[in-house]
């Protein structure tokens, strides 16, 4: 990669970023394997204060914002290689929750539901422009699942 200028370097960090470490070009349902990637990293990375959690959260979702709208001027509006988003997303979905087998899986299957029928505002967020219209609908999509878990976690198990 040397003979890489500086912008070609950054740019090719951007698109291995916003795939997931290029997860985003599975065969099938690439969104599915950029939420699972999300689910299995959080899991995986050792059980941080939730203020902490937050923190990464909101640094990957920005650097999330700006890596997806390098990908889209590459691969086009919302691409599907783009799962920088499902990762964030599923992220959100699971902050200030139990780390349980129980609510990972729920809130795996819960987050693809509302990323993939996009409830309001979801739905509309995805005009916004450049990377922030990749980005704001599974953070929402996110937001409802943690809504849903929380109500799920404290009147259900």
Same mark, same amino acid.
């Given at each position: 990669?040397?003979?890489?200028? @500086?912008?070609?370097k950054?740019? *090719? &960090?951007? =698109? +291995? %970023?916003?795939s997931?470490?290029? #997860?985003?070009v599975?065969p #099938?349902?690439p969104?599915?394997?950029?939420? /699972?990637l999300g689910? &299995?990293?959080y899991?995986? &990375?050792?059980?941080?204060?939730?203020m902490? +959690? #937050?923190?990464?959260?909101? %640094?990957?979702?920005?650097?999330g #914002?700006?890596?997806?709208?390098?990908?889209? =001027?590459l +691969?086009?509006?919302?691409?599907?290689r783009?799962v %920088?988003?499902?990762?964030v997303g599923?992220w959100?979905?699971?902050?200030?929750l139990?780390?349980?087998?129980?609510i990972? /899986?729920?809130?795996?299957?819960? =987050?693809?539901?509302?990323?993939i029928v !996009?409830?309001?505002?979801?739905? *509309?967020s995805?005009r916004l @422009?450049a990377g +922030?219209?990749?980005?704001?609908?599974?953070?929402?999509a996110?937001i409802?699942?943690?809504?849903?878990?929380?109500? &799920?976690e !404290?009147?259900?198990?």
């Amino acid at each position: 990669m040397s003979h890489l200028n @500086k912008g070609e370097k950054s740019a *090719r &960090l951007f =698109f +291995w %970023i916003a795939s997931g470490g290029g #997860v985003g070009v599975a065969p #099938v349902a690439p969104g599915t394997a950029g939420s /699972l990637l999300g689910l &299995l990293v959080y899991v995986l &990375l050792p059980e941080w204060p939730p203020m902490v +959690w #937050v923190g990464i959260t909101l %640094i990957l979702f920005l650097i999330g #914002v700006r890596a997806a709208t390098s990908a889209e =001027f590459l +691969w086009g509006h919302d691409a599907g290689r783009i799962v %920088i988003d499902e990762i964030v997303g599923m992220w959100v979905a699971l902050l200030f929750l139990p780390r349980t087998v129980r609510i990972a /899986l729920l809130g795996f299957f819960i =987050f693809r539901l509302f990323d993939i029928v !996009k409830p309001f505002p979801a739905d *509309r967020s995805q005009r916004l @422009k450049a990377g +922030w219209g990749v980005m704001v609908d599974d953070l929402i999509a996110g937001i409802y699942t943690n809504f849903t878990l929380q109500l &799920l976690e !404290k009147f259900v198990f």
